[in-house]
C-alpha cells in the first residue's frame, strides 16, 4: 500500500480532508495514497484543504481589502485596522483579522503551490498574533512539500498546541506521519481528530484510521473503521473499497460485489478496484462478469501505461 495519506482541505469548516493524511493527508487530504491534511484505501490517508482550494480561486472582497490597506495604502498597521474596525481613531487595532487575512492570503498562495509567497504570509500572520494556529499549521504544509520534515513536525505540533480542538491540523499531521511510516502516532492522532463530532469531513476521518489501522495489522479495528466511514458518509467512495477488499479477504464476496458497486457509482474504475472487481466475480463464479471487468482492466491499464511516458516526476 503506498504510503500516502488524502490531505484535503485547509479550513476547518471544509466541505473534505482532507488533506487529506491524500497525500499525505492517513490526508485534504489527501493515507488515499499517502493525508491521513486539497485527496484514497489502495492509496493512503490524506492530507486535506477544501479552504485551500478555495482560497486558490480567489482571495475573498474582506481580505483583499484588509490586505491593500495593510500593503499598498500607505497607512500604518494600527491605523489600517482601526479604519477597517471601527470610527474611533483611539481605537485598538484588531491584530487578530489582519492576521487571519494574512493567513487566507497564504493559503491562496499554498493553494498555488507559490511557496515562497505563502511562507511570507504566514510569517506576518504570526508576528500579528503569535498563537495563530492555522498560520503555523501553513508553516508545517510548506516544510513538508519542502521536505524539511524537522521543521514540519515542529510547525504541526506548535499549531495543535495552540489549537488542541483544530481538528483539520491533527488529520494533516496524521497524513504526515503516515508517510514517514510512523504509524501509531498517526493513528493517535486520527483517533483524537475523530471524536470531533461537529468535523465536516469526520468520514474521511475514519477512513484514514482504518488505513492506519490496516498498516498496524489491526484488521478487525480497521473493519469497524472503514464501516463507520460510509454509516457517517455514505458517498466515502474510499472506504466503500476497503470495504470490498476486506470483504473479499474474509471470503464474503457477495458483500464485496455490493461494495464494489457502490464505488464504482461514486468514483468510476481504476486499475485497482478493477483487478479486486476481476476477483470477486471470479470467486462468486461469474464469469461473464469476470470477463467484462478484465477486458475494462485491460483498457483503463492500457491508457495509464501511454500516460506514464509523458508523466512527470
Same mark, same amino acid.
Given at each position: 500500500?503506498?504510503?500516502? #495519506?488524502?490531505?484535503?482541505?485547509?479550513?476547518?469548516?471544509?466541505?473534505?480532508?482532507?488533506?487529506?493524511?491524500?497525500?499525505?493527508?492517513?490526508?485534504? =487530504?489527501?493515507?488515499?495514497? &499517502?493525508?491521513?491534511?486539497?485527496?484514497?484505501?489502495?492509496?493512503?490517508?490524506?492530507?486535506?484543504?477544501?479552504?485551500? +482550494?478555495?482560497?486558490?480561486? =480567489?482571495?475573498?472582497?474582506?481580505? +483583499?481589502?484588509?490586505?491593500? %490597506?495593510?500593503? !499598498? *495604502?500607505? #497607512?500604518?498597521?494600527? &491605523? %489600517?485596522?482601526?479604519?477597517?474596525?471601527?470610527?474611533?481613531?483611539?481605537?485598538?487595532?484588531? @491584530?487578530?483579522?489582519?492576521?487571519?487575512?494574512?493567513?487566507?492570503?497564504?493559503?491562496?498562495?499554498? &493553494? +498555488?503551490?507559490?511557496?515562497?509567497?505563502?511562507?511570507?504570509?504566514?510569517?506576518?500572520?504570526?508576528?500579528?498574533? $503569535?498563537?495563530?494556529?492555522?498560520?503555523?499549521?501553513?508553516? *508545517?504544509?510548506?516544510?513538508?512539500?519542502? /521536505?524539511?520534515?524537522?521543521?514540519?513536525? @515542529?510547525?504541526?505540533?506548535?499549531?495543535?498546541?495552540?489549537?488542541?480542538? !483544530?481538528?483539520? *491540523?491533527?488529520?494533516?499531521?496524521?497524513? !504526515? #506521519?503516515?508517510?514517514? /511510516?510512523?504509524?501509531?502516532?498517526?493513528?493517535?492522532?486520527?483517533?483524537?481528530?475523530?471524536?470531533?463530532?461537529?468535523?465536516?469531513?469526520? /468520514?474521511?476521518?475514519?477512513?484514514?484510521?482504518? +488505513?492506519?489501522?490496516?498498516?498496524?495489522?489491526?484488521?478487525?479495528?480497521?473493519?469497524?473503521?472503514?464501516?463507520?466511514?460510509?454509516?457517517?458518509?455514505?458517498?466515502?467512495?474510499?472506504?466503500?473499497?476497503?470495504?470490498?477488499?476486506?470483504?473479499?479477504? *474474509?471470503?464474503?464476496?457477495?458483500?464485496?460485489?455490493?461494495?464494489?458497486?457502490?464505488? !464504482?457509482? #461514486?468514483?468510476?474504475? @481504476?486499475?485497482?478496484?478493477?483487478?479486486?472487481?476481476?476477483?470477486?466475480?471470479?470467486?462468486? /463464479?461469474?464469469?461473464?462478469?469476470?470477463?467484462?471487468?478484465?477486458?475494462?482492466?485491460?483498457?483503463?491499464?492500457?491508457?495509464? $501505461?501511454?500516460?506514464?511516458?509523458?508523466?512527470?516526476?
Amino acid at each position: 500500500m503506498p504510503s500516502r #495519506l488524502p490531505r484535503h482541505r485547509t479550513n476547518e469548516h471544509d466541505p473534505v480532508a482532507h488533506h487529506s493524511v491524500a497525500q499525505g493527508t492517513v490526508a485534504h =487530504g489527501t493515507v488515499a495514497q &499517502g493525508t491521513v491534511a486539497h485527496g484514497t484505501v489502495a492509496q493512503g490517508p490524506c492530507q486535506h484543504d477544501s479552504h485551500t +482550494r478555495t482560497a486558490a480561486r =480567489g482571495i475573498t472582497r474582506r481580505t +483583499r481589502a484588509l490586505l491593500l %490597506c495593510l500593503g !499598498f *495604502a500607505g #497607512l500604518t498597521l494600527a &491605523g %489600517c485596522a482601526t479604519r477597517v474596525e471601527t470610527n474611533d481613531p483611539y481605537a485598538p487595532p484588531d @491584530d487578530n483579522k489582519a492576521s487571519n487575512a494574512y493567513v487566507e492570503l497564504g493559503e491562496a498562495y499554498l &493553494g +498555488r503551490n507559490q511557496l515562497q509567497r505563502a511562507d511570507s504570509a504566514f510569517q506576518k500572520a504570526l508576528k500579528l498574533q $503569535s498563537s495563530n494556529a492555522e498560520a503555523k499549521a501553513g508553516l *508545517a504544509m510548506i516544510y513538508q512539500r519542502q /521536505g524539511e520534515n524537522v521543521l514540519a513536525d @515542529d510547525y504541526f505540533n506548535q499549531a495543535i498546541s495552540s489549537d488542541p480542538s !483544530f481538528t483539520r *491540523a491533527r488529520n494533516n499531521y496524521a497524513a !504526515f #506521519l503516515y508517510s514517514r /511510516g510512523e504509524y501509531v502516532e498517526a493513528c493517535r492522532q486520527l483517533e483524537i481528530a475523530a471524536e470531533d463530532l461537529t468535523y465536516d469531513n469526520r /468520514g474521511q476521518l475514519y477512513t484514514n484510521l482504518g +488505513r492506519c489501522q490496516l498498516q498496524l495489522g489491526k484488521t478487525s479495528e480497521a473493519a469497524k473503521s472503514f464501516e463507520r466511514a460510509v454509516k457517517i458518509n455514505p458517498r466515502e467512495s474510499e472506504a466503500w473499497l476497503a470495504v470490498a477488499r476486506m470483504s473479499h479477504d *474474509a471470503g464474503d464476496n457477495d458483500a464485496a460485489q455490493s461494495a464494489l458497486s457502490r464505488y !464504482f457509482r #461514486l468514483a468510476g474504475t @481504476d486499475s485497482d478496484s478493477l483487478a479486486l472487481a476481476v476477483d470477486v466475480a471470479t470467486a462468486r /463464479g461469474d464469469s461473464r462478469l469476470a470477463d467484462l471487468y478484465s477486458r475494462q482492466l485491460e483498457q483503463v491499464m492500457t491508457r495509464e $501505461s501511454g500516460r506514464a511516458v509523458i508523466r512527470t516526476p
